[in-house]
Structures are given as structure tokens and as C-alpha cells.
């Protein structure tokens, strides 16, 4: 087995070693020092008199510091060791590691200390097919410090690493002779300062160093404030509390301030999409609006600052289209792999009026609405005018950039994932059934925004009038009646792709599904070829095509299933929702640490251990965000004018719930759930 790879992270800054804190960067996995898109450290190595070091074990103290206690030699050495380390690593903007030798013994003792030092500056997208860079190296002894330098062009990035201990440095790394008291110590300080452009590193350095404390006090600070602020949740079950506060810290965890704008917002995830990514993004704050609602007004502005404007067959921009990616790595600045900035998704644009409208609800910020008036009416006109490709009223993605742009822009992106039951791949362009749930659901949405705050009836008015000829368009062709549930996806000519998915959740979520469906719907979402036993698969066994290591022809993914649970809800089926709701928990709480982005559609009776992928990410935010809004699901929150209604679901064994202190337009609110003996609609204590 692959040995463990431990992280620590600030935003889009993180670094990824073995246990014992070194870098070796291989071609295929992203470990070493990350700054956006860049790896500036690739390699990172600790020896104590030529010996490679182990690890004895470690205190993760928060998501961006950790120690690693270590012996020098292998595990036979351990007993009676004379010497240890102690390797404090912290990050932020830069990587900051102390490291102390022990002298255990009753004689003085003398060491070399060594820390092999490199990068290969390759861009995060190049991980599996690696490139060689001409790196300038300059060892400076005098100025304690290693500087590693990569340009092309104008595309410039420098790694800088300064020892406040004396030390002889080479081109390979430092060196440190060190003679240690009997029962005494030695330390220095590793400062490593990343730099984009042609910043000077020495002033970086200095201010780094100057600030390295501050920095650290800080961001527990800002840890702790952002703790503080979210609700309170006090449960039953075992586990529950620690689940969601380890959601709460990852989130914090993933949060930066993209170059040039000033407030914080949730990229992705762990290791492979660091990065904004508009449709994760906007699912975070979705997630997150009753736990850690600031989130969202700084993802809104960014995304509307972003919003397609042109005609761009490479970047597949189009007028009104919110933003696929953004990426700061050096494929995305000359194009070679992926573009810096990039449009190729369909469903951003519907989702970003979606949340918009949902943000009001329970926020009450008009400003906000009032301000994002422009991009909003953008993204609608986008709906009309570039996602209905063929002129049917449905929204439907083909990619116009063909070298590199994703086959299908749905969330279900990779180039298999939409496929008929027995495995044949519709033509292109693709309608997708969640579009057309997006697509009504923001229309409908809108349609209130533009009566209640944009003074705009008649607009109103035809929103709703869309919305509902789409409703009665969309359950006329994509509803298999001998089947009992909705199609994948029409194909260019209008013919179902009839796998069964759980797309249909989304369905639900959005409200197109007509009340006498939603019960067979339900049936499906639970029944044994979807549900695993920990969640939805995203593809039903018994086609084709199914594998329950495919992310999206088998697999189980947290934030699907967060949305599918409140679709359920919506139509009051709350067995099922609990159902789901209760699977999601107990795969989390099984595997502990940060929730995966996906996990195996083995059924759970089977293998009674959630299987990981190994190429699902961890920490990822809408992972994190779907406990927080299965919280949200079940207790039924729901904000309804000024009021926040709290109609509670609780799984079975889940015991007393609740959930302090829940931010909203009313102010704070606190809300009270019990399994199976609380029934009806319930007003929260108002604070």
C-alpha cells in the first residue's frame, strides 16, 4: 500500500509530504509545496548524519501546522534512541518549519543535519505528464539562503529558502554541523517564501520573517472567530459534533482571496482542484447558507466580476456565461493544457441566479440583489440565447473549444459519464435533465427577484411563463412512462438517453417534478440499484455501463446526495430523505478525517467499510458543505419571510438535535429536532 501523504493547507497554498514531513515528488502524485497552481517545492528531505529520518508520531494541531516527532535510522533504532527531532511545519502564504534535535544522551554529541532542497515548478495540471524546466539555482551561504528561480517570458516564479541558523548552502540544499549539549537542543527556522513576477525574494523573505509570528496568531484567530460565528450543534449521537465541527475547519481551510480581489472565497479541494471553480463553488454556499452565510457575497461578486462577455471558442466564453474555472498555473497562462480563465459549464449560470435568490431568503440583502441585478439578467439571457443550441428550449452543452474542453459540462464531466443504459454516448450537443431543473428553478427564482427588487413586472411575468412552459416541456420528453423515471438526457434529436441516474435527486431539488411523480422518483432514489447503503450512486446498477469505481457510472458522491436529500424534503418524502441522510453520516463518521469527494457504489452489505477512490480529493468544500446541509435537511430548516421554519426529519437512532445560534435575516435562532417524536411544523426559539 502507498504509504499515508498528510497535508497542510491555507487556501490554495498547501504543501503534501510523507509521514515523516519529506518531499518526493513522483510524476503522478501533487506532492510538495502548492501556491497557486505552482509547485514551488518538489523536493524536501531531512537527513541526520546521512540517515533518513522516521516517524514516531504526530500532532496535527490545526489544517495550515503540524509536528512530527522523528528518530533518525530505521524502526530497529527506535529503543534507547540517543537523539530526536521535533519538525514544526506551518503554512500561509509561505512555508515556515522549525526544526529541534534533541541530545539525549549524557555526552555532548555532534550531527549534520541535512535538508535536501528542489523544485521542478510544474503546474498542478501537468501531475501524470511531467515536463523538464531549466531552473536557476543560486546558493548564497553568506545570506543563509537557496534561491530557485523558473521563468518564461514574463511568466515568472521563484522559490526562496533562508535559515536563521548558520549553515553552508549548496546547490542541492543546506547543511548544518551542529554540536548539542548532553540533554540539550539545537533549532533553526526554515523560511520558505514563494514569489510570482519579478518580486524581489530578500524583501519577501524579510517581511516573511518579521511576521512569521503574527501571521500564526493570526490565523488561529481567524480559526477561532470563524468557529464562533457558525451555529452551535449539540447532539445525541455519538460522533455527530466532532463530524461537523471537522467540517467547519475544512471549510476554513478552503477558503483564499484570488489575486487582485479582497475577500475570501471556497475554491474546490484537495489535491487535484485548488482553484475557484464555479459550479463547486456556488454548491458550497448553497450548502453552507445556515452555517457560515459570508461565504456567499464574495463568491457572487467574484463570479459576476467574471461573467463571459465575448465570443471565445478557447476559453468557450459566450455573453453572460459565469465562469468554469479560474487557474493561475503556467498551462493555464500560455494555453498549453487548460486556460487560465475558463466558461466550459452549462450549469453555472442558472445555479448563480439560484443562489442569488436564495442568499436573499435568508439573508434579506436586497443591496445584494440590487447590485447583482446586471449578471443575473445576464445569466438568464444566456439560458435563451446560448444554451438552447438546437432551439428546442432545452439547455444543452457542446464544447467549442475541441483540443482540450471537457466532453460534457454538466457536474457529471468526465467523458463517460453520460451514456444510455446499454452503453452507447448520445451525439452532441446534450441536454442533460438537472439543466432543465436549473433552468426552471432559476427562472422561477428570478421571476420574484424582478417583482420584489427590480421593479420589472412584465419581466417577472415572462419569467414565469417560461418557467412553466419548460415544467410542462420537460415532463412531456424526458419522462420514460414504461420505466417510471426521467431520462439521463435528450439527444440532438430529441431522443431519451434512458439511463436511470441520480440526476433525478437534482430534479426534485429544483421543483419541476410534478407532486404525482415524486413518490415513484423517491422509490428509485432508495431502491437497491441506486442506493448503496452508504448513499445515491450515480449511475443504477444493472446497466451497461455500470462500475462502482466510476465516479460518475457508480460511485457515491456526498454532495450529490446532500441535494438529492433536499429534494426529497421538498416533496415530503421524509423516510427517504433520513434514509439518505443517515447513510451519508455513517460514511463519514466510518472513514473519519475529512469528508471524500467520492467514495466506491460497492453495496454496503457487501464490502461493510466505505470504499475509497484513489483518486477522490480530501478535504473537498461541497463535501464538507453536504454534512452541513444534510444538518440543515434534517432539521427542515427553511427561512419564510422573517421567520426561520424548522420542520425536522430525524433519522432513526440520530436521538436529540440542536442546532444553536442559526444565522438569518431574523437574526439568530436556535432549533430543536428529535427522531421519530417530533411531528409538524415547528417555531424556533428567536434570539
Not at 437497491?528 to 451497461?544: D, E, I, K, N, Y
Not at 424548522?646 to 444553536?660: D, T
Request: glycine share 8%; proline share 5%.
Amino acid at each position: 500500500m502507498k504509504q499515508e501523504l498528510l497535508h497542510v493547507i491555507a487556501g490554495n497554498v498547501f504543501a503534501m509530504s510523507d509521514a515523516q514531513g519529506d518531499i518526493e515528488a513522483d510524476a503522478r502524485s501533487p506532492v510538495g509545496l502548492f501556491a497557486y497552481d505552482t509547485r514551488f517545492l518538489s523536493h524536501w528531505v531531512l537527513r541526520i548524519d546521512g540517515e533518513r529520518i522516521n516517524a514516531l508520531s504526530r500532532d496535527d494541531m490545526t489544517y495550515f501546522e503540524t509536528r512530527f516527532f522523528l528518530v533518525p535510522g530505521a524502526a530497529s533504532h527506535y529503543v534507547d534512541a540517543d537523539v530526536s527531532i521535533i519538525r514544526y511545519r506551518s503554512i500561509h502564504d509561505c512555508l515556515h518549519e522549525n526544526i529541534t534535535v534533541l541530545n539525549h544522551s549524557s555526552r555532548p554529541a555532534e550531527f549534520t543535519v541535512r535538508v535536501e532542497m528542489g523544485s521542478d515548478f510544474s503546474d498542478i495540471a501537468e501531475i501524470g505528464h511531467l515536463r523538464q524546466r531549466a531552473v536557476e539555482v543560486t546558493a548564497d551561504s553568506s545570506h543563509q539562503q537557496l534561491v530557485l528561480r523558473y521563468q518564461r517570458q514574463r511568466f515568472v516564479r521563484q522559490t526562496t529558502v533562508r535559515s536563521t541558523a548558520p549553515v553552508d548552502v549548496d546547490e542541492g540544499g543546506m547543511t548544518f554541523r551542529i554540536r548539542v549539549d548532553a540533554g540539550g537542543k539545537w533549532e533553526t527556522d526554515l523560511h520558505v517564501a514563494m514569489t510570482m513576477g519579478g518580486a524581489d525574494g530578500e524583501d519577501v523573505r524579510a517581511s516573511l520573517e518579521s511576521h512569521q509570528r503574527a501571521v500564526r496568531t493570526g490565523m488561529r484567530e481567524d480559526l477561532a472567530a470563524w468557529m464562533d460565528g457558525a451555529p452551535q450543534l449539540v447532539a445525541e449521537r455519538d460522533g455527530l459534533v466532532e463530524l461537523y465541527l471537522g467540517s467547519l475547519a475544512d471549510l476554513a481551510a478552503l477558503r483564499y482571496r484570488p489575486l487582485s480581489y479582497d475577500d475570501r472565497v471556497p475554491i474546490a479541494g484537495l489535491p487535484w482542484t485548488m482553484w475557484l471553480c464555479g459550479r463547486h463553488s456556488i454548491i458550497t454556499c448553497l450548502q453552507t447558507l445556515a452555517f457560515t452565510p459570508q461565504l456567499t457575497p464574495a463568491t457572487l461578486r467574484m463570479l459576476a466580476f467574471m461573467q463571459g462577455s465575448q465570443l471565445d471558442d478557447g476559453l468557450d466564453e459566450e455573453p453572460g456565461k459565469i465562469l468554469a474555472h479560474l487557474r493561475y498555473g503556467e498551462s493555464g497562462a500560455f494555453g498549453d493544457r487548460a486556460h487560465a480563465l475558463y466558461y466550459g459549464s452549462a450549469d453555472t449560470s442558472a445555479l448563480f441566479v439560484i443562489l442569488l435568490d436564495e442568499y436573499e431568503r435568508w439573508s434579506g440583502d436586497a443591496d445584494l440583489v440590487r447590485e447583482l441585478r446586471h449578471p443575473a439578467r445576464m445569466a438568464l439571457d444566456w439560458i435563451d440565447e446560448y444554451g438552447d443550441l438546437t432551439g428546442d428550449g432545452y439547455v444543452r452543452y457542446q464544447r467549442r473549444n475541441e483540443r482540450d474542453g471537457p466532453l460534457n459540462q454538466c457536474w457529471k464531466d468526465s467523458p463517460d459519464a453520460i451514456t444510455s443504459a446499454d452503453g452507447r454516448q448520445p451525439a452532441l450537443p446534450r441536454a442533460t435533465c438537472e439543466l432543465q431543473g436549473y433552468a426552471y428553478d432559476a427562472k422561477r427564482r428570478a421571476a420574484r427577484l424582478a417583482r420584489e427588487f427590480w421593479d420589472d413586472n412584465a419581466y417577472a411575468d415572462r419569467l414565469e411563463r417560461e418557467a412553466e412552459a419548460l415544467r410542462d416541456r420537460f415532463n412531456r420528453d424526458f419522462w420514460l412512462p414504461h420505466r417510471e423515471y426521467y431520462a439521463l438526457a435528450l439527444d440532438p434529436y430529441g431522443e431519451p438517453v434512458d439511463a436511470l441516474a441520480s440526476n433525478m435527486g437534482h430534479l426534485l431539488w429544483s421543483g419541476i417534478v410534478p407532486e404525482e411523480r415524486a413518490e415513484v422518483v423517491a422509490g428509485h432514489l432508495v431502491g437497491p440499484r441506486l442506493f448503496s447503503g452508504w448513499g445515491v450512486r450515480t449511475f443504477a446498477a444493472g446497466q451497461r455501463p455500470y462500475n462502482p469505481l466510476g465516479a460518475h457510472l457508480g460511485a457515491v458522491w456526498p454532495a450529490d446526495n446532500a441535494l438529492i436529500a433536499a429534494g426529497l424534503r421538498r416533496y415530503r418524502r421524509d423516510r427517504e430523505a433520513a434514509t439518505i441522510a443517515a447513510g451519508i453520516f455513517d460514511l463519514a463518521q466510518t472513514l473519519g478525517g475529512a469528508v471524500p469527494e467520492a467514495i466506491a457504489g460497492h453495496e454496503r452489505r457487501l464490502t461493510t467499510y466505505p470504499v475509497q477512490l484513489p483518486e477522490a480529493g480530501r478535504p473537498q468544500a461541497w463535501s464538507s458543505g453536504a454534512l452541513l446541509m444534510l444538518l440543515s435537511v434534517t432539521l427542515g430548516l427553511r427561512p419564510v419571510g422573517d421567520n426561520l421554519l424548522v420542520n425536522p426529519a430525524v433519522p432513526e437512532g440520530f436521538g436529540r438535535l440542536e442546532l444553536l445560534d442559526v444565522p438569518g435575516r431574523w437574526g439568530h435562532s436556535d432549533a430543536y429536532a428529535r427522531d421519530r417524536t417530533t411531528e409538524g411544523r415547528h417555531r424556533p426559539r428567536v434570539r
